[in-house]
């Protein structure tokens, strides 16, 4: 279904109890909301959340901002780089508006909130701006993008700045799975199989790079986060895979040190991605950190 959030047409997910505590997924950078496996889901709706997922403005089946033009990633980069202001269409602030929006539409008046890589980020301005909404807060493969954090390697880089070597569907397909396995977890590794599920269920269902990076350039405009980071209260919950090849985990570390009573679930051979075998382990994690703020 669709709701008007901020101005915008955003697609959501809305499963369970309407009378249950609600989960607030938010994923990361260009991915849509089916990013979310449906086993953590039931994870959650088995534990007695109601859970929520939607796709950022700019890609999937929400609302798109083609009209802003496509962006210069490597003008954006040069830009940082000199430490010059980068301009984007939208800001991550704004995505968090839109998370309140969804809320708003829905008629939510708290949840227990977890974002995923930019989805983090975008949470950790949710729960810094708008602290009675956010009832606890779970931060998974994130950063506050403070300046002296490690950043990905180069070929990392080169990877994730590349295209698909043609146009149409298959070029698509492997163009995705060739960055899943980049950035996935070396000890729990993807089959090819299920893989290509996951990269033809994305792009049957909303292919949209523009969007992408013009979520990229938002992250890059976005800055240092870390003042923001001490004016969240809400319990927090930071997770991070030790392998992390695309957010290194000094980046969950330093999150650690500027969240108050911040509780840290660093995970070895988990990389930048959502491993089946560990579904079961984020559902809990989310379920104990919502127990840390009592009832809604």
């Known amino acids: 279904m669709h709701v008007q959030a901020n101005g915008l047409r955003i697609a959501v997910d809305d499963q369970g109890p309407r009378t249950a505590p609600v989960v607030l997924l938010i994923m990361g950078l260009g991915m849509q909301f089916i990013a979310w496996p449906q086993l953590l889901v039931q994870g959650l ?5 109601r859970v929520v997922r939607f796709d950022n403005r700019d890609i999937g089946l929400s ?13 954006a980069g040069l830009r940082y780089a000199l430490r010059l202001p980068v301009h984007s269409p939208y800001g991550l602030a704004d995505m968090a508006q839109d998370t309140l929006g969804v809320l708003d539409a829905l008629g939510i008046a708290r949840a227990h909130v977890c974002g995923a890589s930019m989805g983090g ?11 009675q909404r956010v009832a606890s807060l779970t931060l998974m493969m994130t950063s506050s993008g403070a300046r002296s954090l490690p950043q990905p390697g180069w070929a ?7 295209r698909p070597e043609g146009p149409g569907t298959d070029a698509a ?7 899943l396995r980049a950035i996935g977890s070396p000890a729990y590794p993807a ?31 976005d800055g240092d986060r870390t003042p923001l980071l001490a004016q969240i209260t809400a319990p927090t919950r930071i997770v991070h895979g030790m392998a992390d090849p695309l957010v290194p985990l000094a980046c969950g570390l330093q999150m650690a040190r500027h969240v108050a009573k911040a509780e840290t679930d660093f995970i070895p051979g988990m990389g930048h991605d959502l491993p089946d075998a560990l579904l079961d382990r984020f559902a809990q994690g989310i379920a104990l950190n919502a127990k840390r703020a009592g009832t809604l």
């Not at 609302?63 to 003008?75: N, R």
């Not at 199989?193 to 405009?221: D, K, N, Y």
């Open 45 to 49: 709706l088995d534990r007695g959340f």
């Open 63 to 75: 609302q798109g901002f083609d009209h802003a033009g496509v962006p210069s990633l490597a003008l």
């Open 121 to 131: 980020m975008i949470a950790q301005h949710l729960a810094a701006r708008a602290p």
């Open 156 to 162: 990392l880089q080169r990877t994730l700045m590349s």
């Open 173 to 179: 397909v492997d163009w995705i799975m060739h960055m």
């Open 191 to 221: 089959s090819a199989e299920a893989l290509r599920e996951r990269a033809l269920e994305s792009v049957q269902r909303a292919w949209h790079p523009a969007g992408s990076a013009r979520q990229l350039l938002a992250v890059v405009a």
